[in-house]
């Protein structure tokens, strides 16, 4: 945590936003660093039970100093890794043939997840740079909030019920997959709660259930972004990708040894306040 903190402060001095993202710093091709950013990024995602998207981003843009929208791309490529990584790992905890018996919600989420991750996606191609960081830093306190108000919640009875719940359920679908696809990022820190909250779902089930309404939505999110030339970066940064990701894991799985270790009380908002200061940064960010 102390690495993150460190190098969220390193924002203040980024690298100019049209900076080839090859050759943005030098820290893109120390693999040691990019390690330990993806592990430390990767040990607070896990800490909640996350993949840490939402902490990768601000690294992207202020410690590897990837113009926002570079970043955005990169972080969904990550976060497919990190997902289907986290999928297989928890097929054992929560078989697939019990995630199957509640196939209605998936699809109910999805049914606005997939438009909203098109949409999303496509805004963001179209946003001005400075429009666009702003957007994202704003997304970032979003996240807080939700951190500190949504993941307190405990299974209990659903929310809605009948149409009502399934009308909801598009309506939250679709604002996940924009954020989703716009952050690059999961969209598990806002899928967990829904699926508590509205659905019911107990805390355990509610997070394989998000990985497996998330896959398909930023495969959505990538093909449209596969469409802009902004998609170039992938390729002039794979060892990048793999090494971020495979820190991320490692780091992912470290944080959920630790689950519960720190109490909730102090680890939410202690990880929302670091989101808070890397939005202020991307803000300022020109």
């Known amino acids: 945590m102390q690495f993150y903190i460190a190098a969220v402060s390193a924002i203040t001095t980024m690298t100019p936003a049209n900076t080839s993202p090859a050759t943005s710093n030098r820290f893109t091709r120390n693999w ?3 390690l330990l950013a993806g592990a430390a990024v990767g040990a607070l995602g896990g800490l ?18 990837f113009a926002a929208l570079h970043a955005v791309v990169l972080n969904k490529a990550t976060s497919l ?26 699809v109910n989420l999805l049914s606005g997840s997939l438009v909203g991750a098109w949409f999303g996606a496509s805004w963001a191609t179209r946003m001005k740079s400075r429009t666009l960081y702003q957007t994202l830093a704003v997304m970032l306190v979003l996240i807080a909030l939700v951190l500190i108000f949504g993941h307190q919640s405990a299974a ?8 009502a719940q399934a009308v909801a359920g598009v309506i939250a679908g679709f604002g996940i997959g924009v954020v989703a696809a716009i952050m690059g990022v999961a969209g598990g ?12 779902l107990d805390i355990k089930l509610a997070g394989s259930m998000s990985l497996a309404v998330s896959l398909p ?22 060892r990048f990708v793999l090494l971020l990701a495979a820190g991320s894991i490692v780091g992912a799985s470290i944080g959920g040894q630790l689950l519960g270790v720190v ?3 102090i680890l939410l908002p202690l990880l929302a306040l670091i989101l808070v200061v890397s939005s202020v940064k991307v803000w300022r960010h020109k």
């Open 32 to 34: 040691l660093t990019v």
């Open 48 to 65: 909640i039970g996350l993949g840490g998207a939402e902490f990768r981003l601000p690294l992207l843009i202020g410690l590897f100093g």
């Open 81 to 106: 890794v990190v997902v289907i990584s986290a999928l297989i790992f928890r097929s054992k905890a929560v078989p697939v043939d019990e995630l199957a018996i509640h196939w209605s919600i998936a």
């Open 156 to 163: 209990s009875q659903p929310l809605l019920t009948g149409t």
């Open 189 to 200: 820190e806002l899928l967990i709660p829904t699926l508590v909250i509205l659905f019911g």
């Open 217 to 238: 939505t930023m495969l959505v999110a990538f093909f449209r972004y596969s469409r802009h030339q902004a998609f170039e970066v992938i390729k002039d940064n794979q």
């Open 263 to 265: 109490p909730e009380g």
